[in-house]
Structure formats: structure tokens, C-alpha cells
């Protein structure tokens, strides 16, 4: 871990410079950093860490947390303290900064912590659904704390009270019911409380709206983004075979960047693996434009390294760690304009294009669903249903004629008085 500031802050410049910010704005960022630098001198602070940024920030802004609240010079002090502690704990800078950050105190804060913590090692949840759950419990720990309560005084009515204080759409509100069912019956189980409540808070019968039609391209416009990348290069031999990957199987930006070299058996002519984000196992065969693009990338671009994961940053400040999400997103989304194609500007560019591109392309040649589903990896036939919006050929034929309107009122083009 670099604990440098001033090494620190040099690497987050370097990726400052890639990112999509404005000038004025990355002047900002750099003036904060050189403050931060002054702080540390003057109060003999040699090593950067979490607590020395946050005290920092604490002591230039009065808090070092997040706040819609505070004025535009004290976001800046906030955000470049984050972009330090990020790429100190995660190898890069964080995509943004949250509005606000989920804090919770006291004893019932901290029985929620507990929870969260038991999420992650004893659920083995992914982050992205730790987090997603504290904004549901930070909802409830807020109602719970606004109204004086603590876990002890949990009861049915409380609950029903939580939920209809919550101003919020039916889609959040469906979702922080289930998040609520299962925290209430941690509590239980643990002995927080004498009473199972999550029997109280039933599943309802909303269903969730149906996505907007996905951006999807045609064939064709799909061999113009791949034919965009200069394959003579290092950089350019590593983003065919991530956008190969995308175009040829429908990947995720996940299962992407995971892709390890165990998963490929080279006897068998397969991929096998289990999918980032439904843990779903999936085997696809290893076709020869991606078996071609695997060994080209292998033999002339990838470093020489034990890490296990195929496609690797070649960023002297990442040289040979894993890509990031933000940077998988960001080299599609750079071919895609590179590529010429027309209308762009109203489709999405990211890998999750890809992926419904071929979703898209399968059902024009008549595929049958349950095999979409399959090579999508989606447990089931109705996630692949949303693709349908867009067959358009097949859209057709469902289409009714307009019967034949035989009332001579209309025919004689009168109009009601």
C-alpha cells in the first residue's frame, strides 16, 4: 500500500489526466492535494492513511463525510481526499462520490454493522449487494434513530409505521421490504429481539416495471466497432479480446475482467466459469476468432506475471493488476465512437450492448428463447423475454389488420357537434 503522499498523489494525477474531467476541475482537485501536503508538513504527518485524510478534511471542511449540504469548495476538499484513499485501498480512483455517506452510530448502529458485517463473511455477499442493502438499513436505522427507538423496541407497529413514513416509489420500497424481512430475522436468530417480525413484513404482489428497450446494434454495426481497433498494438491486442468477448459470448463487464486462464480448457476447445454476477455456472466453446484473439493477446501484449486474471492494465500505475469496472466501460465505449457508426448518440455504449446485441441478432435469425437464455446465462426464460421489444420482424406478424370501417358517418367525413 502506498503511503507516500506525495508518490500517492502523483499516481492519482497520472489517472486524473484519463479521466473525462475539465481542466478547472483537475486544478481544483490538485490545489487540495497540495494543501493536504502543507497540513501534513506542519503537523509532522509523515504517511498518508484513511484516518490521516479524513482528519484532514475534518479540521479543513468540519467533516470528512459526503454532503449535498456543503458548498461547492468543500465537495472539492472532500472528493480529492476520497481519490487518494481509494487508489491507496483499491488500486485506482473511485468513479464518483456517493452524496452521502451511510453512517451509522451508537449501539443500534453498531448492531447494524454487525449485520453488514455478517453479509459479507458468513453470506459471502458481493459488495455491490452489501451496498445496496445499507441504503435500505440506512433508512431504517435514520427512522429508527429519528424517533428514539433501539433494537430492544422493535414491534410490529414500528415497522408498519417505517414503511408508511417512506416517500418513496413502490419499486424502492418493494425492494427495502425484503431487505428489512431478512435484517429482522437476523435479529431474531441472534437474539437481538424475542420476536420473529419478519413474518409481519409479507412479500406484495408488485411487480417490478419492465426495463426500457435495451440499446442494441446490428451485425454489422458490430464488426465496424471491432474492425476500429488497431490490432498492431499491445493496448490494442488486449481491447479486441475484450470487446471479442463481448460481441462473440455477451459477457459481462465482470465476467470480463475476471477471466481467469484456469477457465479455459484448451482440450476441450471450452470456456467454463461461474458467472460475476449471478454465480450462475456457464461453459461456452472457444471459438476460433476468440481462441486467435486469447493467444495473440497471450504471445504479443500480455505481461509477464503469476496473477491468474487473463486481460491486465498495462497503467504504470496498475502495470499487471486486474482492469477496473470504470475502465472495461471505458474501452468499449471508446470504440464504439471510433467505429463511424450513425445514431450513436441515442444507444448506450457500454459491454452490456454487446450483450444485447447478440440477444438481439439471435431472435432476427429465429433462435428459440431457451437457448438465448442459455447462452446468455440467465436462470430463467423470462429475463430474456425483454429482448422480444426489440425483434421487430417477429413484432410484425402479431400486428392486426385495421377491419374495414363501414359507418356512413365516417364515410360521408362528418364530424360530432
Not at 459471502?124 to 435500505?136: A, F, M, Q
Not at 476460433?288 to 496473477?307: C, E, F, H, M, W
Amino acid at each position: 500500500m502506498q503511503t507516500d503522499v506525495k508518490r500517492l498523489i502523483e499516481l492519482c494525477r497520472e489517472e486524473l489526466e484519463t479521466r473525462d474531467y475539465s481542466e478547472d476541475y483537475k486544478c481544483r482537485i490538485s490545489k487540495a492535494w497540495d494543501t493536504l501536503v502543507e497540513w501534513m508538513d506542519t503537523n509532522h504527518v509523515s504517511e498518508f492513511d484513511t484516518d490521516v485524510g479524513n482528519a484532514f478534511c475534518d479540521r479543513k471542511v468540519g467533516t470528512h463525510l459526503p454532503n449535498k449540504d456543503l458548498i461547492k469548495s468543500q465537495r472539492v476538499y472532500v472528493r480529492a481526499i476520497r481519490m487518494l484513499i481509494s487508489h491507496q485501498n483499491e488500486g485506482s480512483i473511485e468513479d464518483h462520490a456517493p452524496k452521502t455517506e451511510h453512517v451509522f452510530l451508537g449501539a443500534l448502529g453498531d448492531t447494524i454493522k454487525q449485520y453488514i458485517d455478517y453479509m459479507a463473511n458468513v453470506l459471502k455477499r458481493k459488495k455491490s449487494t452489501i451496498k445496496g442493502n445499507e441504503y435500505c438499513l440506512f433508512l431504517f436505522y435514520t427512522f429508527l434513530k429519528s424517533h428514539g427507538y433501539e433494537i430492544k423496541d422493535i414491534n410490529f407497529d414500528i415497522i408498519e409505521d417505517f414503511h408508511h413514513e417512506q416517500g418513496y416509489s413502490m419499486n424502492t420500497l418493494h425492494t427495502c421490504a425484503g431487505i428489512i424481512r431478512r435484517f429482522l430475522k437476523y435479529l431474531y436468530e441472534s437474539c437481538k429481539i424475542e420476536k420473529d417480525y419478519s413474518i409481519y413484513v409479507v412479500p406484495d404482489n408488485y411487480r417490478i416495471r419492465e426495463s426500457k428497450l435495451p440499446s442494441v446494434y446490428t451485425e454489422e454495426e458490430v464488426r465496424k466497432v471491432l474492425s476500429s481497433v488497431d490490432r498492431s498494438s499491445i493496448i490494442g491486442k488486449r481491447d479486441y479480446l475484450i470487446l471479442i468477448l463481448a460481441a462473440e459470448y455477451g459477457w459481462r463487464n465482470g465476467d470480463i475482467r475476471h477471466f481467469r486462464l484456469d477457465q479455459i480448457n484448451w482440450d476441450k476447445n471450452e470456456i467454463w466459469f461461474y458467472q460475476d454476477k449471478t454465480d450462475v455456472p456457464v461453459s461456452f466453446p472457444l471459438l476460433a476468432s476468440v481462441g486467435n484473439a486469447i493467444i495473440d493477446y497471450l504471445k504479443n501484449g500480455r505481461p509477464a506475471t503469476s496473477v491468474s486474471e487473463v486481460i491486465l492494465s498495462v497503467k504504470p500505475s496498475r502495470k499487471s493488476m486486474p482492469l477496473s469496472a470504470q475502465a472495461v466501460s471505458h474501452i468499449a465505449a471508446m470504440y464504439f465512437g471510433k467505429s463511424g457508426i450513425s445514431s450513436l448518440n441515442a444507444r448506450h455504449r457500454g459491454t452490456h450492448a454487446f450483450r444485447h446485441s447478440l440477444a438481439s441478432n439471435m431472435l432476427r435469425k429465429e433462435v428459440p428463447l431457451p437457448v438465448i437464455s442459455g447462452v446468455l446465462g440467465h436462470s430463467s426464460t423470462e429475463t430474456t423475454k425483454i429482448y422480444l421489444k426489440v425483434d421487430f420482424k417477429q413484432l410484425k406478424k402479431c400486428a392486426i389488420p385495421m377491419p374495414e370501417n363501414n359507418s356512413p358517418f365516417y364515410k360521408k367525413g362528418g364530424i360530432w357537434l
